[in-house]
């Protein structure tokens, strides 16, 4: 069965430098989740978008900006990036919000 | 304190053992309830899914939901070494409610099955 594609799956990026994380959702999948997990800790809800609106924000900088484009795939961008950036950021996809979420492998971030 | 609480362990049991895992919150909202567990570095992976209260059982797995009591169990029969993970409880609220959709996570209970 098809997953949650997320790329690139390693980055390595220097202070005050920019990226940009792109997921692409299972097929018919039309929310999509965002989560930061930093090491030995949870994952934190960062933001979401249901049928290309987002949908609810969560502790996200405000040099962090997501979009979902028509064919759903969605973009999380990142400026300005701090050492603190350095995580894992996830990428999860749902055919509705009250359905269960399907997450994507990851992407490791790391900020020199 | 967090709105969902769960024992980070470390748990390490015997192959073959029953495994209980739980989690407490707070939340009176949340209304969905799952089970993911997370091998290191890797997505984490769904397990169950439950609405509202009540018992779910997938092969190995059973998970059960008390919402009076705000708790909820994960439970593992015939424990092996592959289940060996990190295994975190998630919530969300109903539709209507503030969050609606997004999953606020327990801490996380390390897994270790020994043979």
């Known amino acids: 069965a098809a997953g949650v594609i997320q790329s690139p799956r390693h980055l390595i990026k220097e202070k005050r430098e920019t990226a940009t994380l792109k997921c692409y959702p299972i097929?018919?999948?039309?929310?999509v989740y965002w989560y930061q997990q930093g090491p030995g800790q949870d994952p934190q809800f960062l933001i979401s978008?249901?049928?290309?609106?987002?949908?609810d924000k969560g502790s996200i900088p405000d040099r962090f900006s997501a979009q979902q484009f028509s064919d759903y795939h969605s973009e999380l961008n990142m400026s300005s990036l701090e050492l603190g950036d350095s995580a894992l950021y996830f990428c999860?996809?749902?055919?509705?919000?009250?359905?269960?979420?399907?997450f994507g492998p990851g992407t490791r971030l790391t900020v020199t | 304190q967090k709105e969902v609480e769960q024992d980070p362990g470390p748990l390490s049991v015997p192959e073959g053992a029953i495994v209980s895992l739980n989690c407490t919150y707070s939340n009176s909202a949340f209304q969905y309830f799952m089970w993911y567990r997370q091998y290191s570095r890797k997505g984490p992976e769904l397990l169950m899914y439950t609405y509202s209260s009540g018992n779910k059982e997938d092969g190995r797995f059973t998970a059960q939901v008390d919402k009076s009591s705000k708790y909820i169990s994960l439970f593992i029969r015939d424990s092996q070494p592959s289940d060996s993970a990190t295994y975190l409880c998630?919530?969300?609220?109903?539709?209507?409610?503030?969050?609606?959709?997004?999953?606020?996570f327990g801490q996380g209970t390390i897994l270790t099955v020994h043979p």
């Open positions: 998630a919530m969300s609220e109903n539709a209507g409610g503030t969050s609606y959709g997004k999953l606020t």
């Open positions: 999860a996809s749902s055919p509705d919000p009250k359905y269960e979420q399907y």
């Open positions: 978008f249901y049928e290309k609106m987002q949908s």
């Open positions: 097929p018919r999948h039309d929310t």
